[in-house]
Structure formats: C-alpha cells, structure tokens
C-alpha cells in the first residue's frame, strides 16, 4: 500500500487567481476617499500577507493618513465580498491537479491569509466537487504566515507524519512559512511572484505548471517519504 500523504496549498496566486477581484474591491474602497488607485501588478505585490496588510500598503505607498485603515479595510471588506466571484478563476491545469491528488489519495489541505469567510467561500464556490482535507483562512488567535501556529496546528488534525507534507505557494512568504514549519516547499511561477522571489526563499521545488506537482510526489518526494 503506498504511503499517504499531505500537500497544504496556499490559495491567492495559488490555486485560485484572485488578483484582479482584490485590485477592483480596494481601488472602489481608494476612490471613495479620493486617493490614488493601483494596477494589478502593483496589488501581486501589495498581497500575500494578509488583509491588514493590503490596506496598510495602498495607504503607505501613497503617503495618505494612516487614521483612514479602519473605514478603507471595512470598505474593501464589503466590497471584495461582492466581488469575489466576478473575475476569480482557477489558475489553467488547478481543477485537474485536485481532481487527481483526489485520486490518488492525497489530503488536500488550503491555508491561507484571507480571512477565513472569504477563503471558505471561494474554496466552496470554486472546487465543490473536490474534497478537502483542512481549509483554513486567518482565523482569530492566529497570526499571518509566515508564522509557523497555523500550519502546525493544521499539520496535527491530520492522520499524516510532518514528514509527509508539502507546503505549495507563490511567494516569498510561502517559502518562509514552510521552512519556518520545517516543511518540503514547493514555489509556484504561474501565481503573482517571481522566480528570484522564489529563489531568494530557498524553496526546495520550483513548478512552472501544476502537473510537475505529482511528478514530485511520485518520484522527488518518495525519497523522502522512506528516510
């Protein structure tokens, strides 16, 4: 029987292209105050760490108020829940990867920085035919990857040895959660990140396309499923 294992995924840039939902809901949440908006490109670099900190960035890089965070993050929080499910779509090839981590039995796990409402939601809207082991956004009592609780404490509800999980996302932050967690890394190129970012985080894959996922669990990975 083969060893089961576990992979975590981390959603935005991930699994799900979200980027141009979040840039629509801050830049109407900007525009209400008279500030200055932001591309999408700006906003693959202005996320990733949480909504705190996507508010935070818009008000810093344009030298606004800082007094203003409260009222633009409720904002933004209403509206990007109207529009999450108008330009969000599964990055091509991410349907059929789950489809066959399925098959194959592997625990699908998602761990995010959204909050936990909105990754909830779009997990469900998203892939309701693909069955999850843990879907958990940033819940109370928690702090923002790359800080280590979460993906511990989602590691322990599982019937998997820490050893047989990969950590899977785009950015820099990803990387530094799974070593940070003392997990295999895989760093994706087709999310809102580099491959330099990718490298600067010592991921110990790095996939160009979904697929390559399952090669490295079934060969690069089983190595170290018998060490």
Known sequence: ???????????????LDTINDISDSMNAA?????????????????????????????ITTQK??????????TIYM???AQRQHVKTKPFPGIKE????????????????NKP?????????????????????????????????KAVNDLIAELPIEKRLVLYVGDTYTDMMTAKNAGLTSVGVLWGFRKLAELQAGDATYIVSKPEEILTILEEGYADACHN
């Open 64 to 73: 606004a108020d800082m007094s203003l965070f409260a009222d633009l993050k």
């Open 78 to 80: 209403e509206n990007y």
């Open 97 to 112: 990867l789950l489809e066959k981590l399925n098959e194959m039995g592997i625990i699908i796990n998602v761990l995010s």
């Open 1 to 15: 029987m083969p060893i089961k294992k576990a992979i975590i995924f981390d959603l935005d840039g991930t699994l």
């Open 116 to 148: 936990d409402r909105d990754t909830q939601t779009v997990i469900n809207y998203y892939f309701p035919d693909i069955k999850f082991g843990r879907v958990y956004g940033k819940r109370p009592g928690y702090e923002v990857k790359p800080h280590p």
């Open 30 to 58: 900007l525009k209400q105050y008279g500030l200055l908006t932001f591309s999408v490109e700006e906003y693959k670099y202005f996320v990733g760490s949480g909504v705190d900190e996507l508010v935070r960035n818009t």
